[in-house]
């Protein structure tokens, strides 16, 4: 309601949508960035109203779409929005509020994973795991969009239908929701036994013995059918940040000369708060724009549930935190 006035390297956003994510607490707490209550609500989409002195990129009436650092001290469920010009980029004419917001998170994963932790390529074979999320789908299309054969795995028959129905299929969707399908067998048997080149992983089971508290957590695979599964010179990306490998996974991964990557789409934005600078946001620029361009040649179609009113956030975000969401939830102004 009592806006800060507008700083040099400011852009004041009428915000149009506003899509929701899960809220990593223990990293904001190890970041010290942790508080009381936290904003919610990081990927926006709006007009711009006003610019700062120092500002080069934009003027008042462009279409941006971006993401809020982590340590923001506004939400972007507000209808007026002051954010440093190097976390947006122009929203092309031909996308949809809801679609910006909705794809921009998923798609700096996807470039994270396939472009600067494995150099995704033409002829290399990559493993979705939970491919019908709102991630895995981004993820499937910027994977096929480089080249690459892909493999995926589905929780449920209807997230089958829905990887059979994408625009470019994929190879192979191996449906493990009645828990009688090996992945790693039929893996290799996909790729004549060399294995896979690329492994984008959603949880893995640590222990084969562990108590499966949920029945996602049944669905996973287990750590060893992915070291088995991997191809000579093989990435394995995984989001499991607290993935413990014993000696003889490790010596399965020596002799496959392949390599564990973590997935953290954070990254881009951890050294400006420890360091108060923009280093790495500016690297994320050229992503932010590649995936709106994308998004507007209807190479990435996102995953998105219907657009929800602002009186609906809370329960949505409470479904969103819980991880009980299967579709990315956008607030629509």
């Known amino acids: 309601e009592n806006l800060p006035p507008t700083r040099d390297n400011d852009v004041k956003v009428q915000v149009r949508a506003c899509a929701l994510s899960w809220i990593d607490t223990k990293l904001l707490s190890e970041i010290k960035v942790a508080k009381e209550l936290l904003p919610v609500g990081r990927e926006i989409s709006g007009v711009v109203l006003e610019v700062g002195r120092k500002v080069t990129f934009f003027q008042p ?59 995704v390529s033409p002829g290399k074979t990559v ?17 096929q969009h480089r080249g690459a054969k892909v493999i995926s795995t589905a929780y449920s028959l209807e997230d089958k239908q829905y990887l059979e129905r994408l625009r470019l299929p994929v190879a192979r969707v191996i449906d493990v929701s009645n828990g009688k399908i090996d992945v790693a ?15 984008l ?20 695979p287990h750590k060893h ?8 010179g093989g990435h394995w990306i995984t989001t499991e940040k607290n993935l413990q490998l014993d000696p003889p996974d490790s010596h399965s991964l020596f002799l496959k000369g392949a390599t564990v990557s973590f997935l953290n789409d954070e990254i881009w934005n951890l050294s400006n708060i420890q360091q108060g600078k923009y280093l790495d946001i500016l690297l994320m620029i050229p992503i932010l724009e590649d995936i709106m361009e994308k998004l507007s040649s209807s190479i990435f179609r996102p ?13 949505s975000m ?11 939830q956008v607030i629509q102004f």
């Open 225 to 232: 059918d992915i070291i088995t599964l991997l191809g000579v």
């Open 127 to 143: 493993l979705v795991m939970d491919g019908a999320s709102p991630f895995g789908t981004i993820a499937i299309q910027l994977a």
């Open 185 to 199: 067998e039929s893996c290799l048997e996909e790729t004549g036994g060399l294995g896979v080149d690329i492994v």
């Open 303 to 315: 995953q998105l549930d219907e657009p929800i009113p602002l009186y609906e956030a809370k329960v």
């Open 201 to 220: 992983d959603a949880g893995v089971k640590l222990y084969s013995t562990e108590e499966e508290s949920t029945s996602k957590s049944q669905l996973l």
């Open 61 to 119: 009436d462009d279409e941006v779409v971006g993401i809020l650092p982590l340590d923001s001290e506004e939400s972007g469920l507000c209808e007026v929005i002051l954010v440093h010009e190097h976390y947006l980029v122009r929203k092309p004419e031909k996308v949809c509020w809801v679609e910006a917001a909705g794809t921009v998170r998923d798609g700096v994963r996807a470039y994270t994973a396939l472009h600067y932790l494995s150099q």
């Open 318 to 328: 409470e479904i969103v935190q819980k991880n009980q969401a299967r579709k990315r």
